[in-house]
């Protein structure tokens, strides 16, 4: 671990030198690279300064101690040192874990109704209705892609883009089966009914990361359905994309223009086939450790939101929320923190054990 770090080290006093350079500075690309490698690596190297001088710092003080006069002063920071010293490497081996490529990135998510009939629509919109006030807190911008509506508000499907800083970090752990248990309104009896919704989340990609053939891909446009006005059902302004080679497709039907209907049908195509690789690039590592908390399998039932007792406990990691309406309302921070933190601890047990 120290040799990694002594080589961060290095380049980061190296970058320093080259984003100081008015050659490099004249040169904008270059610089912006350099200035990117060097934000990325930053707080890794002055991490380790700060633990290289309390090395330092324990050493002078344990030199101390053996002059009399300087004993008390000297045990007092000997103490700090060396509680301070363990902390930090611990911290130094969490900024070692290889982030995740994606996190930085925009998201389209999905969500459907699965088992339950009228109710699992009913949960998928509530669904979408939770995530939207997440965005909204986190001041994102959602747009819808696709709707497919039900007669009493809920969703068979929708599909919507979230684009804000970090997007893909915070939600990637929502995709999965998600589980109601609660008395629909349509229930006279007020018998609990057990109801599903699945959520996909899916990083938005570039033209660069993903390479599809203009050839392999077939194009329908369509009427639109749903609310929108006379204009949306009276022209064929929605957009259907099929990859040929692997049947996946891509709609959007939200915008008046198809122009604009089959930009955002690419985008959610192109993630869709990002997700198809990466999945099938990560089963062929024969090493990979499937993460509990991030395998984003989508037949994986991941949290139950179970009325009767205001209780939402994610199955993962075995952590349950008591605050329902709280939670529905956006407040999931606290839920994707403590995701977040046991995903961390897998990959640094995975380290060690490396």
């Not at 980061?12 to 990117?36: F, G, H, Q, R, V």
């Not at 990325?40 to 050493?59: G, N, W």
């Not at 939207?132 to 929708?158: Q, V």
């Amino acid at each position: 671990m120290f040799q990694k770090l002594e080589a961060v080290e290095s380049r980061y006093e190296e970058l320093n030198k080259k984003i100081a350079d008015p050659e490099i500075i004249a040169n904008p690309s270059e610089w912006t690279e350099y200035m990117k490698e060097h934000a990325e690596i930053e707080e890794v190297a002055l991490k380790y300064k700060e633990y290289k001088k309390a090395q330092q710092d324990l050493k002078e003080a344990e030199e101390m101690m053996k002059d009399p006069e300087m004993k008390e002063l000297a045990e007092e920071e000997v103490r700090t040192n060396r509680e301070k010293l363990p902390k930090l490497e611990e911290e130094l081996k969490i900024l070692l874990i290889p982030k995740d490529p994606d996190d930085n990135k925009n998201i389209i998510c999905e969500i459907r109704g699965g088992a339950g009939g009228e109710e699992a629509a009913l949960f998928a919109g509530t669904l979408f209705r939770m995530y939207s006030m997440y965005a909204e807190r986190k001041h994102w911008k959602l747009e819808i892609l696709n709707e497919n509506e039900t007669g009493l508000g809920g969703y068979k499907e929708i599909s919507f883009m979230v684009t804000g800083k970090g997007a893909y970090s915070r939600l990637k752990f929502e995709s999965g089966v998600h589980r109601v248990q609660r008395v629909p309104e349509t229930e006279a009896s007020g018998r609990i009914h057990t109801s599903t919704a699945t959520v996909a989340v899916l990083p938005v990609v570039e033209d660069v990361q993903i390479n599809i053939n203009p050839a392999d891909i077939k194009l329908e446009v369509f009427r639109a359905s749903g609310a929108g006005g006379q204009h949306v059902n009276k022209t064929s302004s929605a957009v259907r994309l099929i990859h040929i080679p692997t049947g996946i497709i891509a709609e959007c039907q939200t915008e008046r223009s198809q122009t604009q209907n089959r930009e955002y049908a690419m985008k959610l195509l192109q993630s869709r086939l990002y997700e198809k690789e990466k999945q099938e690039r990560d089963s062929k590592l024969a090493n990979e450790r499937k993460s509990q908390v991030g395998s984003g399998d989508r037949s994986e039932k991941i949290r139950t939101y179970n009325y009767p007792q205001g209780r939402i406990t994610d199955h993962r990691i075995g952590f349950s929320i008591y605050q329902m309406e709280d939670f529905l309302n956006g407040n999931l921070d606290e839920m994707i923190d403590n995701l977040t933190a046991a995903d961390r601890a897998e990959k640094l047990q995975g380290a060690n054990e490396d």
